[in-house]
């Protein structure tokens, strides 16, 4: 566990208190002694490029914010760039310059807004994640939060759900709202492409069916971790 061999105590990040590491530890496991690109979209203070920096101690890290502290610069093998995670542009020329053959490993730990996180996604996720590689999305579970922008754009329980509720067959305490709007909405857009060869096959006849550009999914209730297929 890489995580356990370092002081994470000087790391001014979230990470640690939110557990993550102990899901990282073994997502990462096989990447950690590669000389690996890594890309992070949401650097606050830059606390995790350099827990980034040491937990991989042969890789060059990358950390993408729209607003870089002013006592952040580039240090020993992390580079940081000023912008918006959906300026494609901005992203295009950060990534040509910093890792012209691609990343292997991209966090999203930004805005935390569905809209915002799609559209950075998929960009990356299409254009300069290696096939192979891992995508992560973080704290998508803000996407319930009913204070946050996202957790207000929420559905109520289907026909189904109140049809049952009529037949007093379940309690109004269990019935969740669908949530099919941003953050959890995006993520369960996600899945859907996981299952693309089964959704499309299971449409009109003639229909051609799509395979997947995802090889998996691991959830968990902090992160989604993608990782692209290699072919």
Do not use: C
Request: charged share 25%; aromatic share 12%; hydrophobic share 35%.
């Amino acid at each position: 566990m890489r995580s356990k061999e370092l002081n994470l105590q000087k790391y001014q990040t979230d990470k640690v208190q939110s557990g993550y590491l102990e899901h990282y530890d073994r997502a990462f496991a096989p990447w950690v002694d590669r000389a690996v690109h890594l890309l992070e979209v949401g650097i606050y203070h830059g606390g995790s490029l350099r827990l980034w920096r040491d937990y991989f101690p042969n890789g060059q890290i990358v950390g993408v914010d729209l607003n870089i502290p002013d006592d952040l610069k580039n240090e020993e093998r992390i580079q940081v760039f000023q912008g918006s995670q959906d300026d494609g542009e901005f992203l295009h020329q950060m990534a040509n310059q910093a890792a012209p053959e691609g990343f292997d490993i991209i966090i999203d730990d930004a805005s935390h807004l569905g809209a915002l996180t799609k559209q950075t996604f998929w960009y990356l996720f299409d254009q300069h994640l290696k096939p192979g590689g891992l995508y992560v999305i973080e704290d998508w579970g803000t996407g319930y939060w009913e204070d946050w922008p996202d957790g207000k754009a929420q559905q109520k329980p289907g026909w189904w759900s109140r049809l049952l509720q009529k037949l007093k067959r379940a309690t109004p305490k269990e019935q969740w709202p669908t949530h099919s709007h941003g953050m959890v909405g995006f993520v369960k857009q996600l899945v859907d492409e996981l299952g693309a060869r089964e959704l499309t096959r299971g449409r009109r006849e003639g229909a051609s069916i799509r395979v997947s550009r995802f090889e998996k999914i691991e959830l968990t209730a902090g992160q989604v971790i993608v990782t692209k297929k290699t072919t």
